[in-house]
């Protein structure tokens, strides 16, 4: 660091402070002692690094370092109406302050809480990481200054968000979830998904379900998108009139409601994309293991300075687990 120092004119502790993007160095000298370092072939000592990262965590556990979760609905408690993402949140809570970090939510509203202004409350308070947690269903875009934090994304799908992300490998589970009923004796399995994992994951589990009942059955099983309103009166329609005889779903509470007006000996197999240990058998949504995941991988890309829009996002998936689970009705 010294020769770069020297090549530039700038104190060695300039030349540190701009090799780990610290915002106290300007721009335009950042990026000149940059430019000296790539010429001199410089390359940043990973243990070293890792161990200073080290240091500076320990030292500063006196004042709890914090990782925004960033949502943008029209009001600051909106993105809890969706209780996945409530539990993610939760379940990073422990997770967070084992590493000396605390996950604080930060709303974003271009009427009350612009972009730019909560770019400026985040650097101004030292927060370097970022979650985009769930965001409204038009996905308007959230203009943080990216080239500042470190960020990571747990929405459904990209949208205009092209982040590192961590979240659920629904082919996967799709995919596990009607192997096991047609291995249970399923020979006219339906989907049934609601609209907004249509919307963002339609594609990815259709061709999951598809390809999985034409590769054991020899015939591809019918998806169904369920609106909304009513959706226990659709259930109900759509397993009378295919004569199903297994449900893949992701609708927990309808599809019991649905079942109360079918005879007992109508029921079908079900498997459910969402399910919990005392519930309807299919996969386990396990909030820990997402939440661990993003983490501590957020937690690396701060200690590598990874920071703004990658030009090459990578997304880890995580697979669920299987689960017979304890049906709720009986027939």
Known sequence: ????????????TTVSRALRKDPRV?????????????EMGYTRDAALS???????QKQSHRIE???????????????????????????????AAKAGYRVEEFWVNEQH?????????????GIRGVFLGVTREHDAYIQLDWEHFS??????????????????DYFHDVELSTTQ???????????????????????????????????????????????????????????????ADAVLTNFNKEYNVALQKIAPSEH????????????????LFEPEVIATTAIHQLIGMMHRFEQGIPHHPLVTHIPGRWTDGKPTIQG
């Not at 498997?271 to 058998?281: G, I, K, M, N, Y």
Request: a positive charge; proline letters at 6%; charged letters at 25%.
């Open 1 to 12: 660091m010294r020769e770069i120092a020297k090549k530039v004119g700038v104190n060695p």
């Open 26 to 38: 300007k721009l335009s000298t950042r990026i000149h002692i940059e430019q000296a370092a790539e």
């Open 50 to 56: 890792a161990l200073n990262a080290y240091r500076n």
């Open 65 to 95: 370092n914090v990782m925004a979760w960033v949502t943008n609905f029209s009001e600051p408690d909106g993105w809890r109406q969706f209780s996945t993402y409530t539990q993610i949140f939760e379940a990073m809570q422990p997770v």
């Open 113 to 125: 809480m612009p972009s730019k202004r909560l770019s400026e409350i985040l650097r101004a308070r």
């Open 151 to 168: 960020a990571l994304s747990l929405c459904l799908r990209y949208g205009k968000h092209k982040l590192n992300a961590v979240r659920r």
């Open 181 to 243: 009923l047609i291995q249970n004796g399923a020979r006219r399995p339906i989907f049934i998904l609601k609209n907004r994992l249509d919307q963002y994951q339609g594609r990815i589990v259709r061709s999951a379900f598809e390809s999985t009942t034409r590769d054991l059955l020899g015939k591809v099983g019918p998806v169904f998108v369920c609106p909304q309103d009513q959706p226990s009166e659709q259930i109900r329609t759509w397993i009378r009139k295919s004569r």
């Open 268 to 283: 079908p197999l079900c498997a459910s994309l969402h399910t919990l240990e005392d519930t309807l058998p299919g996969i």
